[in-house]
């Protein structure tokens, strides 16, 4: 089965940054799309940025600006380089993953920004 495995959370200062990698491992065969997803307490999960096989890439508009998802230097890797961070960015922080219509999620990190 597929597994996604993140880690980079922490705790940080307003306007700090911080860099979450996920590594994708098991019955990897062809990935559509790779990403991060949030969701913090009482809130919707919510997209933050996604990048495709081809490349393309997809923020949220409170990250646009801010944060920058790319392909890792290892095979099935991603990362998402989160600059400026405000306090309103502090959620659990989810890898994702899109495979022959499947969606796989890892287990999440948590980011928390404090002023």
């Known amino acids: 089965q597929v597994r996604l495995v993140e880690s980079g959370g922490g705790l940080v200062q307003a306007g700090g940054s911080l860099r979450l990698s996920c590594a994708a491992s098991?019955?990897?065969?062809?990935?559509?799309?790779m990403g991060w997803y949030r969701q913090a307490p009482g809130k919707q999960r919510e997209l933050v940025a996604t990048?495709?096989?081809?490349?393309?890439?997809n923020y949220a508009d409170s990250a646009q600006g801010r944060f920058t998802i790319s392909r890792g230097n290892a095979k099935n890797t991603v990362v998402l380089q989160m600059n400026s961070l405000k306090p309103e960015d502090t959620s659990v922080y989810y890898c994702?993953?899109?495979?022959?219509?499947?969606?796989?999620w890892g287990q999440g990190t948590q980011v928390t920004v404090s002023s």
């Open positions: 098991g019955s990897i065969l062809s990935i559509n799309v």
């Open positions: 994702y993953l899109r495979m022959f219509g499947m969606d796989y």
């Open positions: 990048i495709t096989s081809g490349f393309s890439t």
